[in-house]
Each structure stands twice: as C-alpha cells, then as structure tokens.
C-alpha cells in the first residue's frame, strides 16, 4: 500500500459526503497499513459544526485502538484541516498527516495558519501537501458549482 492508494480511499469518503450533500472532504485514519477508521463531513445532515471527516475519524480510531493517542498513526485527508481539526490532530498525537489539497483561506496546517506545525509545542507535525490535488479539487469544484446552479434555480422560482 502507498499514499496514493490511502488518498483514494479519502477520496472516496469525499464523493460519499457529495452523494449526501455534504461539503465533499473525506478523511482516512491507517495504522500498521490498514485503514482503522474512514469518515467525511456530516455537518449539515448531523446539524453540527463538529462534524468535521478529520473528528469523526480521530474518534473513530481512537475507539478502535483504545486510547486517545494515536501516535503510529497516519492521516489522509482530501482537504487541508481546518483549526478546531489541526488541534484535535495534535491532541491525538497522530504521527503523519497528508493532504490533497490546502486551503489558503481556512486551512491551519501551513496554508493559512500552522497549528500542527508549532515548534513550541509539545507535538508538532509537518504536513505533506499535494497528494492527488486534482482529483480533491475537480471534486469540490464540481459540488460548489452544483450547489451555486440550485440556489440560482431556487431564486428564479
């Protein structure tokens, strides 16, 4: 298995949330090789902006594993975590994170801040960008535009 192979299974977790309505960002926890927990957004059919594919599958491996810490482990995710996600990822004290895509505006992993990056605390990580960007683009891409074209034929009725 490589990271490619890990990103796809992200991605597909992204086209998962798309299926749903859901912003389109897919999330997969491996361990030892073998993926330990998978999740995608939920925040607006799960009515809450803790939603996020990064928490769910942090408490998902963490119930798998037993323990909070997640330190062997690595993280797939199609789109650059958000605040609240980079600090539960530190907090999990996963190993390695890697990402499809950054997110200049909101993203907290060395696009727009560096939460996970933070040499002066206690766990730090340096994210790996790039990784099947444009496949996670076209995805996101294309759920935005669908979305826009809804509320446009929303508004004209």
């Not at 749903?20 to 009515?47: F, L, M, Q, W």
């Not at 340096?126 to 996101?140: C, K, N, P």
């Amino acid at each position: 298995m490589d990271d490619y192979f890990y990103m796809r299974e992200a991605i597909n977790e992204a086209k998962l949330a798309r299926l749903e309505d859901e912003v389109p960002i897919g999330c997969v926890i491996v361990k030892d090789e073998k993926i330990i927990a998978r999740s995608h957004n939920y925040t607006y059919k799960g009515k809450s902006a803790l939603k996020h594919a990064e928490i769910l599958a942090i408490d998902r491996a963490s119930k798998y594993i037993g323990d909070f810490r997640l330190e062997d482990c690595t993280m797939y995710v199609t789109m650059e975590p958000c605040s609240m996600c980079a600090g539960a990822i530190i907090n999990s004290r996963i190993k390695r994170l890697v990402i499809a895509l950054a997110d200049v505006k909101r993203g907290a992993c060395g696009s727009n801040t560096n939460i996970t990056g933070d040499r002066s605390q206690l766990h730090y990580l340096d994210a790996e960008f790039g990784i099947m960007r444009e496949e996670s683009l076209e995805i996101l891409q294309s759920f935005f535009k669908k979305l826009r074209e809804k509320r446009k034929r929303d508004s004209c009725q």
